[in-house]
C-alpha cells in the first residue's frame, strides 16, 4: 500500500518520508469515538498505513464489532490533524467494573496498537495520557483501560505504551528462528530424531488411509476446518475443566467471518491449516500473519484413535516447513508454555501489561489485577504446583459429570 505517509510490506513499514520533528504537544489534538460508524471507518482507514498486530488490524475489529456487537469506543491521537495511533476498545463488565479493553478479549494476543510509525518514537507519556484523560471524559462510566498481552516491540519497532508504568504477563509466548531455512533450523533443533517421527507418524497414517496437509483456500473448505476446531476444542476444554473460549455462537462466527473474509485478499491475512488422515481431520490451526512472522493463533488435536500419533505435531512439522519456504522469519506459537512449543522454539516473548485506573474503582481493581498475575505467574512458573492445579481440575470435571449428564438426556 502507497500513500503520502509511506509504503508498507503487510504492517510494517518499509519506505517512509522524512521524519517529523519533535511532537507538537500544544498542538496534538484529541478526539474519541464511542461506538460509532464513523469512528470504525476511520480505523479502518487509518489500518490501512498504520503499523499494528492482526487483532488491532481493520479486518479483527469490523467483525468483532459486527459479530459480538460490544460497547465499542475507537480513540485516536491526531497529531497536526492527521492521525498517530488509535485504539479499537471494547468496555467489559467484571462485577461492578467496567473495563476497556482491546476487542477479542483473550482471543486478542501479541497485541500493538494501530500507529503511524513516523511518530512513534515521539509519543511519549505525556501525549498518551492525554490520550487516556480525553476517554475518561468521554466515558466516565470506564473505570480502567486494560492493555494486556502487549508486543515489546513489532519488528523492531517500539510498543509506545511501554512507556507508561507496566508488568510481565503471567504467560510467555514462544516462537523458533526460522534463519536459514527448515535444514538450517532441524540442525539446532534435534533435527534427525524430528525427522525420524515424521517418516514413523507417516507410516502410521498411510497404514489407515491416505493422509493429506490441507490449506482452506475456499469457503467450504475453511468452514469445514473450523467446524472440525470447533469440536475438538469443546471436547478438549471439557476434559480440562476449562471454560469454553471458543463455545459461543457470536465467537464462532466472527472466526468464520474473519478467515472467509481473509480468503479475499491476495496475501490472506489469516489462513487455516488442517491434517485429514482417512478422510477425517485430526488437527487444525488457525494463523495471523504479520510482516515476516507467521503466528499459530490456535490448534487442536482430534481425540480419536489416531490421537496417540501426535498429529498436532506431524501439523507443526509440516507448517514450519511450508514458513520456511514461504520466505517466514519467525514461527511465532503465540501465548502459552506447553512441550510440543518447547521442542521447538528458540525464542521467548515476554508481553506487557498496561493498567491505566480512570477512577477510584478502577485503580483499586488495578491493584487486584497486579496481585492477580504475580500469583498466576507463580503457579505457572513452578512445575509441581502447576501439575497440581491441573490435576485438581481434572477431578472437579469428573466429579460434575454425572449432573452434567442427567441434564443433557
Not at 204 to 211: L, R
Request: charged share 25%; proline share 4%; hydrophobic share 45%.
Amino acid at each position: 500500500m502507497v500513500d503520502a505517509a509511506a509504503s508498507f510490506d503487510g504492517n510494517r513499514p518499509a519506505k517512509t518520508e522524512a521524519a517529523p520533528r519533535a511532537l507538537p504537544k500544544e498542538a496534538a489534538e484529541l478526539s474519541v469515538s464511542v461506538a460509532a460508524e464513523e469512528g470504525l471507518a476511520a480505523y479502518a482507514s487509518f489500518c490501512g498505513t498504520a503499523v499494528h498486530a492482526p487483532a488491532q488490524g481493520a479486518m479483527w475489529v469490523r467483525n468483532w464489532a459486527a459479530h459480538v456487537q460490544p460497547d465499542l469506543l475507537v480513540a485516536t491521537l491526531d497529531v497536526e490533524g492527521r492521525p498517530a495511533l488509535a485504539l479499537a476498545l471494547e468496555v467489559v463488565t467484571h462485577g461492578p467494573f467496567r473495563v476497556a479493553r482491546f476487542m477479542g478479549g483473550s482471543h486478542a494476543n501479541g497485541n500493538f496498537a494501530a500507529a503511524d510509525p513516523r511518530w512513534l518514537a515521539r509519543l511519549d507519556s505525556e501525549a498518551l495520557r492525554r490520550l487516556f484523560q480525553a476517554i475518561a471524559k468521554g466515558r466516565p462510566d470506564i473505570d480502567l483501560i486494560a492493555l494486556e498481552r502487549l508486543l515489546p516491540d513489532l519488528d523492531g519497532i517500539a510498543n509506545p505504551f511501554l512507556s507508561l508504568r507496566h508488568f510481565a504477563s503471567p504467560n510467555i509466548s514462544l516462537a523458533v528462528d526460522l534463519t536459514g531455512g527448515f535444514d538450517a533450523l532441524l540442525s539446532r533443533a534435534s533435527g534427525k530424531r524430528k525427522r525420524k517421527k515424521h517418516r514413523s507418524q507417516t507410516r502410521k497414517f498411510d497404514a489407515v488411509g491416505s493422509h493429506r496437509r490441507i490449506e482452506a483456500r475456499g469457503l467450504d473448505e475453511m468452514e469445514r476446518l473450523l467446524d472440525a476446531f470447533f469440536e475438538m476444542k469443546e471436547v478438549r476444554f471439557r476434559k480440562m475443566g476449562i471454560a469454553n473460549v471458543f463455545g459461543d455462537e457470536r465467537t464462532r462466527a466472527f472466526f468464520r467471518d474473519l478467515f472467509g473474509q481473509a480468503l479475499a485478499e491476495e496475501k490472506p491475512p489469516f489462513v487455516l491449516h488442517g491434517l485429514e488422515v482417512a478422510g477425517k481431520l485430526r488437527a487444525v490451526t488457525g494463523s495471523s500473519l504479520s510482516g515476516k512472522r507467521l503466528i499459530c493463533e490456535f490448534g487442536a488435536i482430534a481425540e480419536d484413535d489416531l490421537a496417540h500419533t501426535s498429529p498436532g505435531d506431524f501439523l507443526f512439522f509440516d507448517n514450519i516447513q511450508d514458513a520456511c519456504e514461504a520466505g517466514f522469519a519467525v514461527y511465532d506459537f503465540s501465548v502459552g508454555d506447553e512441550l510440543y512449543k518447547r521442542q521447538w522454539c528458540d525464542m521467548e516473548t515476554q508481553h506487557r501489561e498496561v493498567l491505566v485506573p480512570l477512577t477510584l474503582k478502577g485503580r483499586a481493581l488495578g491493584q487486584a489485577l497486579r496481585q492477580g498475575a504475580r500469583l498466576k505467574a507463580f503457579v505457572k512458573n513452578s512445575p509441581t504446583i502447576w501439575r497440581l492445579t491441573k490435576l485438581l481440575r481434572r477431578k472437579a470435571v469428573r466429579q460434575a459429570a454425572p449432573a452434567a449428564g442427567e441434564d443433557d438426556s
